[in-house]
């Protein structure tokens, strides 16, 4: 085999693709160390091929182990490219390897956010559940927004965010070995995507968006999608998207949209986007909400402003605004950004202008004001009334009958008033409240208890029943829910007026000891840990024999 400088090399492949215009030419050339080309014979490969690139202290042993599927071994990739000793190849060395040899296999997406109402239709089985957040969705899998949305990550890091009213389909889910390089393929049957893929350096790696008229292959860029009966819009706003009707595609950079028509015709526009509003400065961490966005005035007077979550890529506000300006309302502790582009005539959004913002909001203690402390009221459901301090704040009335508050017996719904009811009335008693307010959804501040008495009594205690065995008595009555212990008085007169005993018992029976001939009389009444009683329950009469 006769080897040959490099120049002369390309200058060679260079006289055979003059000389052969037909033959088609692989799109890249890697000469790794080692590698020969001879002049006798040379057909130009047009084999599908990744163009690997070795790290620090990687051997092509390893690549072929990782990558490789099990028909094919490190000797076979040596022999591919050419090289006849592996130990001439270092960090930074390319080795070609044709895709069809690479292991395959199905590598599930994730949800990592979801909002409103979305379902998940099974690909093997068709059944329909409700999509949840780290869900997992395989090949065949068909998400469908009603008036939720969703943000779905890929293996290798793409995001794909579904806005409400759409149905998007995962017809393939593919990562080649251990190289994180995936093969996406994605078909939207209606409604909009944003996505953000992962760029690619090597080749082999795809991402592609099919619809009913048209079709988006990109390498990594950021666009958004739309589908419907008319046809399919496309805007980019990072990089390159190969777009327009099968087979027909063109290339569409970013700052440009496209349309497809769903008529025959299959009518490929091209226009450029609106150029990206200019936000006024604007603080990057809100400690108080509304805060008030405005943007310098432009000849288009509506925009799209978009606020997802940074973590979570949680799709949180999506709405139309005209003017230049917009408060942002209620929003949890967390980071945020916003996304505000405007409109063109079609409705079709220009480039964004991206803001982060940052949420912090401290919740303050509230000022109760009634009722006092310690007072009395002959509601039962009380109204409880107190100011609130902070901004953008929410609160509630928590009722326990300790001051730990370890079993609540009542509460009010969140709101951001300053007065509630009780959820539920409360029995006669002593008891506790205060007010909780909550800021930013993860900012909590309370007050101190304050002691409230519900005036009333204890329902009377009823005997119902009395056993006599031997010279014993034993009596038993109806359990009073609330109260704690029962006072239990004898006398041997209807009145009560002469009193022979009297105990305060913690159950709800008593044993006693009757001389026989004699009768007696017994009543009871139920004690609470509070100032409440019940008034005396009927006598009843005792005699023994």
Same mark, same amino acid.
């Given at each position: 085999?006769?080897?040959?400088?490099?120049?002369?090399?390309?200058?060679?492949?260079?006289?055979?693709?003059?000389?052969?215009?037909?033959?088609?030419?692989?799109?890249?050339?890697? =000469?790794?160390?080692?590698?020969?080309?001879?002049?006798?014979?040379?057909?130009?490969?047009?084999?599908?091929?990744?163009?690997? +690139?070795?790290?620090?202290?990687?051997?092509?042993?390893?690549?072929?182990?990782? !990558?490789?599927?099990?028909?094919? *071994?490190?000797?076979?990739?040596?022999?591919?490219?050419?090289?006849?000793?592996?130990?001439?190849?270092?960090?930074?060395?390319?080795?070609?390897?044709?895709? &069809?040899?690479?292991?395959?296999?199905? *590598?599930?997406?994730?949800? +990592?956010?979801?909002?409103?109402?979305?379902? =998940?239709?099974?690909?093997?089985?068709?059944?329909?559940?409700? !999509?949840?957040?780290?869900?997992?969705?395989?090949?065949?899998?068909?998400?469908?927004?009603?008036?939720?949305?969703?943000?779905?990550?890929?293996? /290798?890091?793409?995001?794909?965010?579904?806005?409400?009213?759409?149905?998007?389909?995962?017809?393939?889910?593919?990562?080649?070995?251990?190289?994180?390089?995936?093969?996406?393929?994605?078909?939207?049957?209606?409604?909009?995507?944003?996505?953000?893929?992962?760029?690619?350096?090597?080749?082999?790696?795809?991402?592609?968006?099919?619809?009913?008229?048209?079709?988006?292959?990109?390498?990594?860029?950021? %666009?958004?999608?739309?589908?419907?009966?008319?046809?399919?819009?496309?805007?980019?706003?990072?990089?390159?998207?190969?777009?327009?009707?099968? *087979?027909?595609?063109?290339?569409?950079?970013?700052?440009?949209?496209?349309?497809?028509?769903?008529?025959?015709?299959?009518?490929?526009?091209?226009?450029?986007?609106?150029?990206?509003?200019?936000?006024?400065?604007?603080?990057?961490?809100?400690?108080?909400?509304?805060?008030?966005?405005?943007?310098?005035?432009?000849?288009?007077?509506?925009?799209?402003?978009?606020?997802?979550?940074?973590?979570?890529?949680?799709?949180?506000?999506?709405?139309?605004?005209?003017?230049?300006?917009?408060?942002? &309302?209620?929003?949890?502790?967390?980071?945020?950004?916003?996304?505000?582009?405007?409109?063109?005539?079609?409705?079709?959004?220009?480039?964004?202008?991206?803001?982060?913002?940052?949420?912090?909001?401290?919740?303050?203690?509230?000022? =109760?004001?009634?009722?006092?402390?310690?007072?009395?009221? *002959?509601?039962?459901?009380?109204? %409880?009334?107190?100011?609130?301090?902070?901004?953008?704040?929410?609160?509630?009335?928590?009722?326990?009958?300790?001051?730990? %508050?370890?079993?609540?017996?009542?509460?009010?719904?969140?709101?951001?008033?300053?007065?509630?009811?009780?959820?539920?009335?409360?029995?006669?008693?002593?008891?506790?409240?205060?007010?909780?307010?909550?800021?930013?959804?993860?900012?909590?501040?309370?007050?101190?208890?304050?002691k409230l008495i519900v005036n009333g009594s204890l329902p009377p205690v009823r005997i119902i029943s009395i056993n006599y065995i031997d010279s014993q008595v034993r009596v038993f009555?109806?359990?009073? /829910?609330?109260?704690?212990?029962?006072?239990?008085?004898?006398?041997?007169?209807?009145?009560?007026?002469?009193?022979?005993?009297?105990?305060?018992?913690?159950?709800?029976?008593?044993?006693?000891? !009757?001389?026989?001939?004699?009768?007696?009389?017994?009543?009871?009444?139920?004690?609470?840990?509070?100032?409440?009683?019940?008034?005396?329950?009927?006598?009843?009469?005792?005699?023994l024999e």
């Amino acid at each position: 085999m006769t080897e040959y400088p490099v120049p002369f090399l390309f200058k060679a492949l260079l006289v055979l693709a003059l000389l052969a215009p037909g033959l088609p030419v692989s799109a890249e050339l890697s =000469l790794t160390r080692g590698s020969a080309i001879t002049t006798a014979n040379t057909t130009i490969q047009t084999v599908p091929e990744w163009f690997y +690139t070795l790290k620090s202290g990687e051997s092509v042993s390893e690549v072929a182990s990782n !990558l490789l599927a099990d028909s094919h *071994n490190t000797g076979r990739l040596l022999q591919y490219n050419a090289i006849d000793n592996a130990a001439m190849l270092g960090e930074g060395d390319r080795i070609r390897i044709p895709l &069809s040899w690479l292991k395959r296999q199905p *590598n599930p997406a994730r949800v +990592t956010s979801v909002s409103g109402n979305v379902q =998940l239709i099974s690909g093997i089985d068709g059944r329909k559940k409700t !999509l949840t957040e780290e869900t997992l969705i395989r090949v065949g899998d068909e998400v469908l927004s009603a008036a939720g949305a969703a943000t779905i990550a890929l293996a /290798d890091g793409s995001e794909v965010r579904l806005s409400p009213s759409s149905r998007l389909i995962f017809n393939r889910l593919t990562q080649y070995g251990k190289a994180g390089m995936v093969d996406t393929r994605l078909r939207l049957n209606r409604g909009e995507v944003h996505t953000r893929v992962k760029p690619v350096i090597e080749g082999g790696a795809r991402f592609e968006i099919e619809t009913p008229s048209a079709v988006a292959a990109v390498r990594g860029t950021a %666009f958004s999608l739309q589908t419907g009966p008319e046809g399919t819009r496309l805007q980019v706003t990072e990089g390159v998207v190969d777009f327009g009707a099968p *087979n027909r595609t063109h290339q569409i950079p970013a700052g440009y949209s496209a349309t497809v028509a769903s008529d025959s015709s299959n009518k490929l526009n091209i226009r450029k986007m609106p150029a990206a509003p200019v936000i006024n400065p604007f603080p990057p961490m809100l400690r108080q909400l509304p805060a008030q966005m405005t943007w310098k005035p432009g000849p288009i007077p509506n925009y799209r402003l978009d606020i997802f979550e940074t973590e979570s890529g949680r799709w949180v506000e999506s709405r139309e605004v005209g003017g230049n300006r917009f408060d942002i &309302s209620r929003l949890d502790n967390g980071q945020y950004v916003v996304h505000l582009a405007a409109l063109d005539q079609q409705g079709m959004a220009g480039m964004p202008a991206i803001v982060p913002i940052e949420v912090d909001l401290q919740a303050r203690t509230a000022s =109760l004001l009634a009722p006092e402390d310690g007072g009395t009221v *002959n509601d039962d459901m009380p109204e %409880f009334r107190w100011t609130l301090k902070g901004e953008n704040e929410v609160a509630r009335v928590e009722v326990a009958e300790d001051e730990t %508050f370890r079993n609540l017996v009542a509460t009010s719904e969140w709101a951001p008033g300053t007065s509630a009811l009780p959820s539920r009335p409360l029995s006669p008693g002593q008891y506790y409240w205060r007010v909780v307010t909550e800021a930013g959804g993860n900012s909590v501040a309370t007050t101190q208890p304050r002691k409230l008495i519900v005036n009333g009594s204890l329902p009377p205690v009823r005997i119902i029943s009395i056993n006599y065995i031997d010279s014993q008595v034993r009596v038993f009555w109806e359990k009073v /829910d609330t109260a704690s212990s029962y006072r239990l008085q004898l006398a041997e007169e209807p009145g009560f007026n002469d009193i022979i005993k009297e105990a305060t018992l913690p159950d709800t029976t008593a044993a006693l000891r !009757l001389i026989p001939g004699r009768r007696y009389f017994v009543r009871l009444k139920a004690l609470s840990d509070g100032p409440l009683q019940s008034r005396w329950g009927p006598g009843r009469e005792l005699y023994l024999e």
